[in-house]
């Protein structure tokens, strides 16, 4: 154990944990500090294992961060999954249109999507051969591809990006990755206090007190409360509880793509989706609720919600019975009051060697890209990120 | 906490978002602003300013709240859906319309169950504090108390919440009905309001008005008549633009300090002279 490190990141969920990965690149001492006794254990379990989202222009304002961060994410995906040994699979996603409302929004997508991604002179431009573009298909394309479906659909966007992965696989791999390149991991200690001394950070925790030239706060739902203690709070944001299901394999085999219907306005924020995972089964999702935080408690009504929404997609298939597992969890949500939300990644002002991160809905997506910017960011900052020459980006497959 | 105990917006939880936002706008180096947090109609529940404030920003922090929480929208939204023309709603509703970024409805359990203004910054700065406020609810953490016994120097929004304090106090400890209370400087403007659980939201203007009263006459609020001609009709104090806030109600009561009035303190429920004697006594007590 090292008396200083260069960077300190606190939090070890997919953003603590990425950044540390990106990190153990270069020759800088790193330390990530995590509360709990396991990685990805806050925000990140809360994730619907969706990655490579670029198509959903419906949430992807053009020129957010959150857009950017996805978008350029996409090509950097299958790299990383291959690498790492995550699990991954293009399943691919059809937004489907029951009425002439959803095509408008359908169409909205559609060039928005377009306008953040593939046009030579858009904001975050990544090329034609990463990212398919999303198509405009029929009803009849729509049963074809996926049969079971309950009638009544007039049509989908389908987005062939779209591939699943398992949210805290992900962040494990990042950290399992970072470790075996020389970053220091602790478990099970709590940022309590920070200082300011002599061009240091100094974090006080559960266990020790530790220094740091670089502070990055990636604590998700608790970041707020670190940036407090340290002074430098630019942002806040509202917990937003999810309650999802778990249904079985027998629905897992109806099901071949991630769908979505899109809500009217005024049923937001629920989500409509039900999404294959890597291993058969079927994430039936997702209501949502502003809460408090910590609080994770769900009851039937909610539940019945969720059958409810399943039944709008495969009819009478769905029922309480292949329920398998109920998850909750929450997620850092930013601007509530419009729904506009978007991610931070920012060093306050007038301070060069603190970065508040945020992420939010799809930040596993996000993940490569976000280390990445926080990379770029320490370069304009004096700290030296030279090469390191015995760098191994493959993770030894590990049988758990 | 459960959320039903949550969306009860009442006065200890709306002082939590008052005084997040406070830190959030010290801990970003904002200018000294307003801040105002209100009930689903539109009512203040609280409201405080920092120490310096434009004066100005205490109506625009308040018609922000109130915009928030009727038009159960944020302001960004409405800036969009009005196409920039909001200010034309205006007209309908004597100005109070306030289509500005730092305008943010409190929702809890899918519904807007209040406001949140805040004008003090820029329009972004202004949107990130009204932001706080919201996220103040939700925190999970225990509401601060109005005061906190620390050392109070000079008159100002510490002073304000100390007075307020020793009268809820008194309220309480008496069982006398429930009242607002309102605390306005030297000029008449206000520094802090605030409404208790179970004062009628009419309570709200009464206070402030007392308070006005007393402190630019400097008397106490039913003495105003003295300025009057006792031969006219209402003592020729009849309230017009200048002084629609003039009210000869008791309850009003300068607050002096070295001989000098430097505020006046306005305590509002269903019995005036009960408001008197709760402001004079909050008055000795500080």
Known sequence: MRDKYDVIIIGGGVAGTSIARE????????????????????????????????GDGSAFRPGTLHAELNIKSIPEWPKIADELNIPFKRIGGINLIRNKLDYGRALKSLSRSFRSSLEENAPFYISEKDF?????????MVYDMEPNLVEGFIGGLYDSNLAVTVPREVAYAYAENAKANGVEIRLDTEVKGVRREDGYYILETSDGVYRGRYVINAAGLYADKIADLAGLRTFSFVPLKGVMALLSREVGELIKHALVILPYLEEIPITKAIIPTVDGRVILGIYLEPSVKGDLTYDESMINRLIEIGREFIGDYISRDYIEEVVVGQMTFTNLETGWYEYVVETPLRVYN??????????ISASPALAKKVIWILNTSELKLGMKKDFNPRRRVRVR | MSMKDLCKLDLKTSIKIVRKMIRFSEMNHILPGSFAVVDEGGHLIVFESRDGRL????DIAIDKAWTAATMKASGRILEVITRGQGWRLNVKHKGRLT?????VPIICERRVIGGIGHSGGSAEEDLLIAQAGLAALYDGEEAPPLYDGREVKGFGIEFARMIASKAIEYILDRGYPHASIAVVDRWGELIALYRMDEAPPGTLELARDKAWTSAVFRVYSEDVVKYGCPKLPDYGLKPVNWNERLTPIPGGVPIKMGGEVVGGLGIASISP??????????????
């Open chain 1, 23 to 54: 990190l153990s690149r270069y020759e800088v001492d790193t330390l990530l500090l995590e509360k709990n006794s396991e990685i990805g254990l806050g925000t990140t379990s809360t994730n619907m294992g969706l990655v490579c989202q670029g």
């Open chain 1, 354 to 363: 603190w970065i508040n991160i945020v992420l939010g809905p799809a930040g």
């Open chain 2, 273 to 286: 002279d009960i408001d008197k004697l709760t402001a004079l006594k909050a008055i000795e007590e500080v």
């Open chain 2, 99 to 103: 289509i500005i970024p730092g305008t």
């Open chain 2, 55 to 58: 004066t100005a920003t205490v």
């Open chain 1, 132 to 140: 398919k573009f999303l198509q405009l298909i029929d009803g009849d």
